[in-house]
């Protein structure tokens, strides 16, 4: 028997063989395995009791027989795993120390991480959209979230095998370009001399623009017809239109260089301008969208959303009075596409919660459309969160009140990270410091926002983010560095073989072998949920129990089967907590 990478499901293959060819099981047997309470084993069992009280048969007898089967077939080697009933019919597995060692000998690296996490997507052809900004809009801290969490679901798709399109859906075909074009047109504005901070000076413009609307009602019939040009396709808007997106776009990037985020396409909302048509064709054909009061809209009697009196629920409105086109019809289009041109088995949106109502009208519109034209539907997911607090638990904010600037944000995460790591290391030189506190801070930063649970609201703290005791990225990089450190003095590389090792023995070193292999389940949580959080407990976890062990179990000892062994768990520690680390988008450091 080979050490399974990810025992659950080698289990749950193995059992369901068996039991196709063992008496009073068939072919709809689940084995239902899983992760068990460690009290009880490393994983469990449960399907037995279902299907034998389906059938109404002792479910005890009937998982007793399974086990039976299952160790006179040999696919279950003794020394490595053990077998017993328990329960009202479960059937526990425990591994030894031999299978967790073979384990560990057998997956060493990020790699071999990487292979045997491959079949958790498999090839699967995903498209994630993210982060999907609006153009013409400075970036605020509302954009944190889809970046952050965006990449690092992103990251993780990608390392469980799944064939990624990243598309970043930007939402560049808006109303606000009627007014922007107005009060450009209006103030003369030259947008080709504008440099660096040209995006500032467009959301001045924009604010502008705004207040004289407000001021003077008869400007808002310019800015409409302004756009309703563009959308015409006149050729001066065109222009000013294409500088604009252009501007917003070389802003972005440079936030992406920074924090990291990787984009393989964007198509934004005015890529599906000339691909909306067909929509309205085919739902209105298939009899699924009506005018409404001018408007075409899509009824559906599931959603329990209702405008006051009225017996009908809010409509899906995809395309407005005037005949342009919207949010709701861009995004139909961009499924439609996603399916014929990419080919998705799944799409991931990502925005904040507020676009619940949305994508709920959006999914359901889709299963009817495609169930009509008989296309295979894409598995559609909407990844939302909540809101970035302040310490007064309102959206955190300016002192004066204004959103905070995502270019701020990670600016003031560099130099506080810089003063706290000056306080702990003043004699490095500048700029290691520097280096190590770009890392530190914009890790942080990260960490803070994927290690809460991302459908609650979290309270930014820069004294929690930045702490080295707790849940934190500092936490998890000191641990990392501390482990080189152990290399560095042994002269040893931590990629290297270690040979000569003998099994774990201690209560500690058994108990970190174990959580290594928890790797494997913590992707599988993270990945069925797209929730980070499951992965930064397990690494915050992962690296407590390093502390245990380290602290009772001593590893330059003179025995040197007990110190290879110690170092291995050392170097395998280090190697998930780098490929976690990474998967969240956060740089390791060698020191620091
Ligand atoms: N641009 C939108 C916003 O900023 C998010 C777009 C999300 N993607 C989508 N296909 N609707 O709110």
């Not at 002792?58 to 328990?86: G, T």
């Not at 389940?521 to 499951?534: C, G, I």
Request: net charge negative; proline share 4%; charged share 25%.
């Amino acid at each position: 028997m080979t050490v399974w990478f990810n025992p659950a499901h080698s289990i749950e293959q193995i059992l369901r063989k068996i039991a196709a060819e063992t008496d009073g099981f068939d072919s709809t047997f689940e084995p239902g395995v899983r992760p068990a309470d460690p009290k009880f084993g490393d994983y469990q069992g449960n399907g037995v009791l279902g299907f034998a009280k389906k059938r109404g048969v002792n479910p005890r007898e009937l998982a007793q027989r399974l086990i039976n089967a299952a160790l006179a077939s040999e696919k279950f080697d003794p020394a490595l795993v053990e077998l017993s009933l328990a329960g009202p019919g479960f059937i526990n597995f425990k591994l030894s120390p031999l299978f967790l060692w073979e384990w560990q000998l057998a997956y060493s690296t990020k790699a071999d991480y990487r292979t045997g996490a491959r079949a958790l997507k498999d090839g699967r052809r995903i498209v994630i959209d993210y982060p999907s900004a609006n153009t013409a809009k400075q970036a605020h801290i509302g954009h944190l979230r889809p970046m952050v969490i965006g990449q690092a679901i992103a990251r993780l798709l990608d390392f469980c095998g799944a064939e990624l399109i990243r598309d970043n859906h930007i939402g560049d075909w808006g109303t606000n370009f009627g007014t922007l074009i107005m009060k450009i047109k209006r103030d003369a504005v030259d947008l080709s001399t504008l440099e660096d901070h040209a995006l500032v000076i467009l959301n001045e413009v924009y604010k502008a623009g705004s207040a004289e609307e407000a001021a003077q009602p008869e400007l808002r019939d310019i800015s409409r017809n302004e756009l309703v040009k563009l959308q015409n396709g006149d050729s001066e808007n065109t222009v000013i239109w294409e500088q604009i997106v252009e501007i917003s776009k070389a802003a972005f990037d440079k936030l992406f260089a920074q924090l990291g985020v990787e984009v393989d396409v964007t198509l934004g909302e005015s890529f599906y301008r000339d691909k909306v048509d067909r929509v309205y064709k085919e739902l209105v054909d298939i009899g699924l969208a009506e005018e409404s009061d001018g408007a075409l809209v899509v009824w559906h009697d599931e959603v329990k959303k209702f405008a006051r009196d009225s017996e009908r629920p809010y409509p899906f409105n995809i395309r407005k009075r005037d005949g342009a086109s919207n949010y709701a019809s861009t995004d139909l289009a961009t499924i439609l596409y996603r399916l014929e041109t990419f080919k998705a088995e799944e799409v991931i949106y990502l925005t904040d919660a507020r676009q619940q109502d949305h994508f709920q009208q959006l999914f359901l519109t889709t299963e009817k459309w495609f169930k009509a034209k008989g296309y295979s539907l894409p598995e559609l997911r909407h990844v939302f969160w909540g809101t970035i607090l302040g310490s007064d638990k309102r959206p955190f904010k300016t002192k004066s009140g204004e959103s905070v600037k995502l270019q701020a944000l990670l600016d003031e995460a560099r130099s506080r990270a810089y003063a706290v790591v000056t306080e702990k290391n003043p004699d490095l030189p500048e700029a290691k410091r520097r280096e190590i506190a770009e890392a530190v801070g914009i890790g942080a930063v990260k960490y803070a926002d994927l290690s809460s649970n991302r459908t609650q609201d979290y309270v930014f703290s820069w004294e929690r983010l930045l702490s080295f005791e707790g849940n934190t990225a500092p936490y998890l990089l000191y641990a990392v560095a501390r482990i080189n450190s152990i290399f560095r003095k042994v002269d040893l590389s931590p990629d290297a073989p270690i040979a000569g090792a003998s099994l774990p023995e201690t209560d500690s070193e058994l108990a970190l072998a174990r959580k290594l292999m928890g790797f494997v389940t913590a992707l599988e949580l993270t990945l069925n949920d797209l929730r980070p959080h499951f992965l930064c407990t397990y690494l915050y976890e992962l690296t407590s129990a390093y502390s245990t062990f380290y602290n009772s179990d001593k590893v330059m000892v003179d025995d040197a089967a007990v110190r290879a062994r110690r170092l291995i768990l050392c170097a395998r520690t280090r190697t998930v907590l780098m490929t976690g680390l990474e998967l969240l988008g956060i740089q390791p450091l060698e020191t620091m």
